[in-house]
C-alpha cells in the first residue's frame, strides 16, 4: 500500500469522525468512522503507524475542536498545544496497534488486544489526566445504546473498535465483525424510538438567561405562562456568581419565591469558605419553603478559568419531591459524580449548567450531548438549566424529549419522572473501563518488553556469528 493511499484512508477515517459530531451530527458513522484509520495502519512499522496517528488526531481533533478558539479569546497560543496533546493519544495507539500486528497473527487476539488499548488511551484521556477531555471518543459520538446502562460509554468505544478490528481481519472474522456493526446500527435506532418509562413525576421549571442578575431570574420564573405549576425551578450555574447566602436581602427574595409558589429551587451560587481570595466553591445549592436543602459544590472545576475550588463529596438531596442529584455542568462530562449521586439514592438529576455565549453553537451542542449518557448510563431523567443553552430535558434512555433554542434567553418546562431501580452500570458496569484499561497497559507492556528482548537476542545472536 503506498504512503498516498495511507494518507487517504487515514483523511477519511478523521473526515468521518468529525461528521459524527455536532454541527453535523451523523452518528450513526462513528460505526465504520475508525475503520479506514486501522486500514492504512496495516503493516506499517510501529514509528511509521505513530505519525499517521499523530496526522489522524490533528485533523479530527482540529476540527471537532475548533471552538477553543472562542474560549481562550485571550490566550489562542493555547489552542495548538491542546490539539497537539490530543492528537498524540491517536498516535500512541497506532503505534501500539501496529506493535501488536508483528507479535499477533490477525483474529480474535489482536481484535482484543486494540480494544482493549484504545480504551486505555480513552479513558485515560477522558477521566483520568489533568485535562480530562471526553468529548471526541467513538462511544460518544454513537450516542446513547442499549450499552450505556450496562458498560457506559467506554463498553460502546470498545464494541465500535473491536468490530473494527475484526473488519480489518480475516474472512471469517471479518463477517462476525460486520455482524456486530450491524447490530450497533440496530441499537442506536431501537435507544431513538424508545418511550419513557411510566411512574411518578414532578414537573420542571428551567431557566435560560446569562444575565447573573437576581431580578432577571426572579422575574422570568414568576412570569412564565404555564398550563401546570411546576414542582422544581432550576437556574443557570452562576445565576447568582456570589454567595448568596451571605446576603441576606437577596435570600429573603428567594424564600419568597418558593414560598409563594410552593417549589424546591435548584440555583448555582458560591459558596465561601475563607478570607482570602479564591477559597470558595462553585455551589449548586437546593431550597424550598423550610431553607436550604443542601448544596453540591463542583467536583470538576474547568480548567484555566476561575471556577473556586473542587468538591470532593457527590451526594443526592432529599425534597419533597425525592431525592434529586444536582451536579454542575463540568461535572456531567465525565461518569463519576452523577454515578455517585445515583448510587447515593438521586432519583432525578436537576443540573445547573453554564456556556457561555461567546463559545459558539458547536461547543454548545457536542457539550449537550454529554449530558445524553450521563441520564442513559445511570437510567435517570435529566433536567439542565444553561445560561444560554442548551437548556434540555433528557430521559432515561438518553433522548432528548425537550429543548429550547441556544443563544436566546427562555423558559422550559416539563414533565419528568423519579425513578428508583438502579442500572447495572451504576452498580457495578462503571468498573468495565478501569479493568479494560489496566488490562491494555499492561498486555502493551508485555509487548513492548518482548520486543525489547528479541532485540537483544539477535544483536547477540549477530556477534556469535560474525
Known amino acids: 500500500m503506498t504512503w498516498v493511499y495511507r494518507l487517504l484512508l487515514v483523511a477519511l ?41 499523530l496526522f489522524h488526531g490533528a485533523v479530527f481533533f482540529g476540527v471537532t475542536m475548533s471552538w477553543l478558539r472562542d474560549i481562550f479569546v485571550d490566550s489562542g497560543h493555547l489552542v495548538v498545544p491542546l490539539v497537539l496533546i490530543m492528537s498524540l493519544f491517536s498516535a500512541l495507539f497506532a503505534r501500539g496497534y501496529a506493535m501488536a500486528q508483528r507479535r499477533y497473527s490477525p483474529g480474535w487476539v489482536m481484535a482484543l488486544f486494540t480494544a482493549c488499548w484504545w480504551i486505555s488511551l480513552e479513558f485515560y484521556r477522558a477521566e483520568i489526566y489533568y485535562l480530562k477531555f471526553p468529548w471526541m471518543t467513538p462511544g460518544v459520538g454513537l450516542g446513547p445504546t442499549c450499552i450505556s446502562p450496562l458498560l457506559g460509554v467506554s463498553g460502546a468505544s470498545f464494541i465500535i473498535i473491536f468490530a473494527t478490528t475484526l473488519i480489518c481481519q480475516k474472512k471469517r472474522h471479518c463477517m462476525i465483525g460486520a455482524v456486530m456493526m450491524a447490530c450497533l446500527l440496530g441499537m442506536v435506532m431501537f435507544q431513538k424510538n424508545r418511550t419513557a418509562p411510566e411512574g411518578d413525576s414532578v414537573n420542571i421549571l428551567a431557566v435560560q438567561n446569562e444575565d447573573f442578575i437576581l431580578e432577571r431570574y426572579l422575574e422570568l420564573t414568576e412570569e412564565a405562562d404555564l398550563k401546570v405549576k411546576p414542582d422544581i425551578i432550576i437556574w443557570p450555574e452562576y445565576a447568582l456568581s456570589y454567595d448568596v447566602r451571605k446576603q441576606p436581602q437577596d435570600m429573603v427574595k428567594l424564600q419568597l419565591l418558593v414560598q409563594k409558589q410552593g417549589v424546591t429551587l435548584v440555583v448555582g451560587t458560591q459558596t465561601e469558605f475563607g478570607k482570602n481570595p479564591g477559597e470558595w466553591y462553585n455551589t449548586a445549592l437546593t431550597l424550598d419553603q423550610s431553607g436550604v436543602l443542601g448544596e453540591h459544590y463542583k467536583n470538576n472545576t474547568v480548567h484555566f ?14 425534597t419533597a419531591h425525592g431525592k434529586l442529584g444536582t451536579p454542575i455542568c463540568f461535572d456531567c462530562d465525565y461518569q463519576d459524580v452523577i454515578r455517585r449521586m445515583v448510587s447515593d439514592g438521586a432519583e432525578l438529576i436537576t443540573v445547573p449548567s453554564m456556556d457561555g455565549i461567546h463559545w459558539g453553537d458547536k461547543e454548545h451542542y457536542q457539550h449537550a450531548e454529554l449530558f445524553r449518557h450521563r441520564a442513559a448510563e445511570n437510567g435517570r431523567w435529566l433536567a439542565v438549566a444553561a445560561t444560554s443553552g442548551v437548556t434540555q430535558v433528557i430521559d432515561p434512555y438518553g433522548n432528548c424529549v425537550k429543548s429550547i433554542p441556544i443563544i436566546e434567553e427562555g423558559i422550559l418546562a416539563a414533565e419528568v419522572g423519579v425513578i428508583q431501580k438502579l442500572t447495572f452500570y451504576t452498580k457495578l458496569g462503571w468498573l468495565f473501563p478501569w479493568i479494560t484499561s489496566i488490562t491494555g497497559v499492561l498486555w502493551m507492556m508485555v509487548i513492548f518488553f518482548q520486543g525489547l528482548l528479541e532485540k537483544r537476542k539477535s544483536k547477540r545472536s549477530r556477534k556469535l556469528d560474525s
Open 13 to 53: 477515517s478523521a473526515g468521518l469522525g468529525i461528521i459524527v459530531f455536532p454541527p453535523v451530527g451523523w452518528e450513526v458513522f462513528a460505526i465504520v468512522a475508525w475503520l479506514p484509520l486501522l486500514f492504512a495502519l496495516n503493516g506499517l512499522k510501529p514509528p511509521h503507524a505513530f505519525y499517521l496517528g
Open 305 to 318: 478559568f476561575d471556577d473556586g475550588v473542587a468538591g470532593k463529596e457527590a451526594k443526592s438531596v432529599q
